[in-house]
C-alpha cells in the first residue's frame, strides 16, 4: 500500500496498468537530416526525455507511488545506443532554437514554452551524455517501470507465421537485444501491433517470454470465454500469460475526437512552424524543404477549425484543463473499479495500453498529464501497478485460448494485409525460406556467418510492420517501398555470394554493415529449420 494511501484513508479496489509501447524504425544515415532522424529526434524531445522526466520526479515523491509497463523495442534500442546519433541530436535542437526566433508577433507565450523545452532538452542531454538507457535502467530496478521488449524490428508476427523460423528469429533476435543493452532477460513483450494467431504462445515461451498485451476481443472471443473478461489476465495453453485492453480506460486518454487530446486548450499537432517558414529560410539551416520540425505554437481552437482558422497556443489555459482531465479520468477508473470489485473473487485490473510517442509527441500534454495522474491517484482511491507486479501476486489465471486479434483498424490483419501493401508478403516468404535452406545446410566458414549474419539483418529490417502501414496510409509509401526494396536486393545479394562463394564488390560489404549493422549479437542459427509442430487442431480432437 503507498503512502498516499494511508495518508487519505482510500483503499484502491483494484489497479489501473499503464502501458505505453515506444518504437520507431531502424535508422542509419551516413549524413545528417534523414526523414526518419526526424522522426527520432523529435520522438527525444517530445516524448521519451518528458516521460524519464515525469517518471523520475514522481519516484522521488513519497507520497507517490508511479508505475508503468513500457515497451522499448529492440529497433529503438539501438537508436539510443547510437553514439553517432546521440551526438546529431544537440545540433539539431540548436537549429530549432534558433528557428523559434522567427515566431510571430502574438505568439510569445507559446514560443517561451518552447524555448523552455528545447533548452531543457538540451541540459537533460548533456547531464546524461547523450545516454538514456542507464535512466529506464535505474527506473527498473526501483519497480517503477516494468520493461518489456518487441519483436526485433517489429515484424507483424501473424504474416511471417507461413516460416516459424522467421518468427522465432524476430523473438530471439529481440530477446538478445534487450538483455545486452538493458542488462536483463525481459519477461513481457510488446507483440507488434497486438497482434496474436493461434501456437504463438508457444513460440513466445519457448524464447523465454512470459506474458504479453492483447486487444479486448483476443480474450472475449478465447475458449472459454475468459470468466472475467478483460479485467483479469488469463494462461495460454502453451504457458503464456495474456492481458487485454479495456477501452473504457484507454479512449479518454487515446481519442482526439471523443476524448481529452481534442480540447481546445490543447496545443494543435498539425500546424507547424516548419510549414510557415520561408523555403530560403529552411535552406540556409541545412533543410531541403518545408517539414514538421516540431515547432508547434497553435492550440487546437475548435473541432471544426481549419489550420488557418487556429489560435496561439495558451501553455497557462492547457496546465488548468490537465487537472481536470486527469481528475475526470481517476475518477472514472475509481467507480469502474469499485463496481468491478463487487463481483470479482480477485483484485480487479484496467489495462490501458497506448503507443508511447502518444504522450507529448501527438498529445504535447501527454506527459503533464501523466505527472497529475501520479499525484492524484492515491488520493481517488486508484491503484497503480505494472503487468509483472500483477503476476508476481501469484493469482491463479484460468486456462483460456486467445483468439486471432490485433488493436489495428478492424481488429484483426486487415490494416497490414491489403491491396496496397500484401505485394511484400510472399518477398518475406521467398526470402525466409531461403534463409531457412541456407542456414540448415550448416554455416561454414568465419567469412559465411559473417555474410549470413548481415543476410539476417536486411531480412529483419525488411519484415518491420512499419513500411506496410505506411503504404496502407498513403503517406511517405516511396520511402517505405525503397526501404522494403534495398533490404531485400542487400539480402539475396549476400544470399547469392554466400551460395555461389564469389567476392562481393570492394568496399559493398562495409558499407551496408556501417548502415545496418544494429543487433551485434545477431545468430543465423536461429533461421535453422524447425520440427514440424502438431497442428493444433489434431492435438484438440
Known amino acids: 500500500m503507498a503512502a498516499g494511501d494511508l495518508a487519505s484513508g482510500t483503499l484502491p479496489s483494484g489497479d489501473l496498468a499503464l502501458v505505453l509501447h515506444a518504437h520507431l524504425p531502424y535508422v542509419h544515415s551516413s549524413a545528417p537530416g534523414s526523414l526518419e532522424e526526424d522522426w ?28 508503468l509497463s513500457m515497451g522499448l523495442s529492440p529497433t529503438l534500442l539501438s537508436l539510443l545506443s547510437n553514439a553517432e546519433l546521440s551526438r546529431r541530436f544537440i545540433p539539431w535542437l540548436k537549429v530549432r532554437q534558433s528557428l523559434l526566433q522567427q515566431a510571430p508577433k ?51 508476427l501473424p504474416l511471417l507465421r507461413d516460416c516459424p523460423e522467421a518468427v522465432r528469429a524476430q523473438l530471439l533476435t529481440a530477446v538478445r537485444e534487450h538483455e545486452r543493452l538493458l542488462g536483463v532477460r525481459p519477461q513481457g513483450i510488446w507483440l507488434p501491433e ?23 476481443h483476443g480474450l472475449l472471443h478465447g475458449q472459454p470465454r475468459p470468466r472475467y ?22 479512449l479518454p486518454v487515446w481519442s482526439a475526437r471523443d476524448g481529452y487530446p481534442g480540447d481546445a486548450r490543447y496545443r494543435e ?59 475526470h479520468y481517476l475518477q472514472g477508473r475509481a467507480q469502474q473499479l469499485e463496481e468491478l470489485s463487487g463481483s470479482m473473487q480477485r483484485r480487479p485490473l484496467l489495462v490501458a495500453p497506448f503507443d508511447a510517442e502518444l504522450f507529448g509527441h501527438w498529445w504535447y500534454e501527454g506527459p503533464q498529464f501523466l505527472a497529475e495522474l501520479f499525484r ?16 508476481s501476486r501469484g493469482d491463479a489465471l484460468q486456462l483460456c485460448q486467445p483468439s486471432p486479434s490485433s488493436w489495428g483498424q478492424g481488429g484483426y490483419h486487415t490494416y497490414w494485409l491489403n491491396d496496397s501493401n500484401s505485394w511484400v508478403i510472399p518477398e518475406w516468404n521467398r526470402a525466409s525460406r531461403a534463409m531457412v535452406e541456407r542456414v540448415s545446410r550448416g554455416v ?40 522494403i526494396h534495398r533490404h531485400l536486393e542487400r539480402f539475396w545479394t549476400l544470399l547469392e555470394a554466400i551460395n555461389q562463394q564469389e567476392p562481393l564488390p570492394a568496399d ?34
Not at 541540459?123 to 535512466?135: F, Y
Not at 506496410?468 to 509509401?477: H, N
Request: negative net charge.
Open 40 to 67: 527520432y529526434f523529435q520522438a527525444l524531445l517530445e516524448c521519451y526525455l518528458p516521460l524519464l522526466d515525469v517518471l523520475e520526479a514522481a519516484a522521488a515523491d513519497p507520497s507517490q507511488r508511479p508505475r
Open 106 to 156: 502574438g505568439y510569445e507565450a507559446a514560443a517561451a514554452d518552447l524555448a523552455q523545452q528545447l533548452g531543457g532538452a538540451l541540459k537533460a542531454w548533456q547531464r546524461c551524455e547523450g545516454n538514456l538507457l542507464p535512466r529506464f535502467q535505474a527506473l527498473q530496478q526501483r519497480g517503477v517501470l516494468d520493461l518489456l521488449t518487441c519483436a526485433a524490428t517489429h515484424g507483424y
Open 194 to 216: 497486438c497482434a496474436y494467431y493461434e501456437g504463438l504462445d508457444r513460440q513466445l515461451v519457448a524464447c523465454g517470454l512470459r506474458y504479453a498485451i492483447l486487444d479486448a
Open 229 to 250: 473478461g478483460v479485467y483479469a489476465p488469463i494462461c495460454s495453453p502453451g504457458g503464456m500469460a495474456f492481458f487485454a485492453r479495456d477501452s473504457e480506460a484507454t
Open 269 to 327: 499537432f498539425h500546424r507547424d512552424l516548419g510549414w510557415d517558414l520561408p523555403a530560403a529560410e529552411l535552406e540556409r539551416k541545412g533543410i531541403g524543404c518545408a517539414r514538421p520540425l516540431g515547432l508547434k505554437l497553435h492550440r487546437v481552437s475548435g473541432r471544426q477549425s481549419s489550420l488557418e482558422e487556429k489560435q496561439p497556443y495558451d501553455p497557462a489555459a492547457a496546465s488548468e484543463a490537465i487537472h481536470r482531465d486527469v481528475l
Open 376 to 391: 492524484q491517484a492515491p488520493q481517488q482511491g486508484v491503484g497503480l501497478a505494472t503487468l509483472r507486479d500483477t503476476l
Open 444 to 483: 561454414g566458414s568465419e567469412q559465411d556467418r559473417t555474410l549470413l549474419n548481415q543476410a539476417g539483418r536486411e531480412l529483419l529490417l525488411a519484415q518491420s510492420s512499419d513500411w506496410s502501414f505506411i503504404l496502407r496510409a498513403g503517406t511517405t509509401t516511396e520511402l517505405a517501398k525503397e526501404r
Open 508 to 541: 559493398w560489404l562495409e558499407e551496408v554493415q556501417r548502415e545496418d549493422g544494429l543487433f551485434p549479437r545477431i545468430n543465423a542459427a536461429d533461421w535453422a529449420r524447425m520440427p514440424a509442430a502438431i497442428p493444433a487442431s489434431s492435438s484438440q480432437r
